[in-house]
């Protein structure tokens, strides 16, 4: 192969390696971006395990409240039987039962203060819970945001790349860059590599003497078995 002027691969080289790394990055971010919804979901379920325990604290104590209003009717009802009666034996029953009824309402008043005051507790570990959530929503919002623009950056500077690369390809002859695609596509790194030792910078074949002195001179040549351009660069040098 003759000088080719491989100085615009060079350049697509170097382009397609900025690609590269955009591309990483911009993938990076997307994943980013879930574990933060992940967050913010956990905590909502935090949060509203919160709020049914509260629900559950109210829904008992409302229970307790009614309990307590129909036993003040049984008493009251009670208490205007005992009035009616005459036969001792079923008076003195009327006295127990109006005696345990009255036992109930004091359980049933000290079972509503235990309610009341769990209700307190679970209010405040609510309310904690909830300004917590709605801390770190919004911290994780703003960072969405961020990554959102970080996102939308990246997103132009790829498209200023691709119109760079698209403008160097134009300067490279069909054959070349058919050539150089087939080695990228085949995930091979770097299509042009310099001469290390008398040998292939990419796959590290030995070259032969007079190719390798070409090279030296400023010729290019394709490598027989990995289809690198070999070229002289600072680092190179002849075989030891
Ligand atoms: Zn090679």
């Known amino acids: 192969m003759r000088d080719e002027n491989l100085e615009p691969l060079l350049g697509l080289q170097e382009i397609d390696g900025r690609i590269d790394r955009l591309a990483r990055e911009m993938a990076e971010i997307p994943r980013e971006r879930r574990i933060h919804e992940k967050e913010i979901e956990e905590q909502k379920v935090t949060f509203e395990k919160e709020k049914e325990k509260a629900a559950e604290v109210s829904r008992d104590k409302e229970k307790c409240v009614g309990d307590k209003e129909s036993m003040q009717e049984t008493l009251a009802s009670f208490k205007s039987k005992l009035l009616e009666l005459k036969d001792n034996d079923a008076y003195r029953t009327m006295l127990m039962q109006i005696e345990n009824?009255?036992?109930?309402?004091?359980?049933?008043?000290?079972?509503?203060?235990?309610?009341?005051?769990?209700?307190?507790?679970i209010e405040e570990v609510q309310e904690a819970a909830r300004k917590t959530f709605e801390r770190n929503k919004a911290r994780a919002v703003k960072r969405q945001q961020i990554l959102d623009d970080q996102f939308n950056e990246l997103q132009e500077k790829m498209k200023e790349l691709e119109t760079e690369r698209e403008r160097v390809s134009g300067e490279i002859s069909p054959r070349l860059l058919d050539r150089y695609q087939r080695v990228?596509?085949?995930?091979?790194?770097?299509?042009?590599?310099?001469?290390?030792?008398?040998?292939?910078?990419?796959?590290?074949?030995?070259?032969?003497?007079?190719t390798v002195v070409e090279i030296s001179q400023g010729k290019t040549f394709p490598c027989p078995i990995c289809g690198r351009f070999i070229i002289w660069t600072e680092g190179s040098s002849f075989s030891d």
């Open 184 to 210: 990228r596509t085949a995930g091979k790194g770097l299509v042009v590599v310099g001469l290390i030792n008398g040998a292939c910078g990419g796959c590290h074949t030995k070259l032969p003497p007079q």
């Open 101 to 121: 009824a009255e036992k109930r309402l004091g359980e049933f008043d000290i079972r509503i203060i235990e309610l009341m005051y769990e209700e307190e507790l």
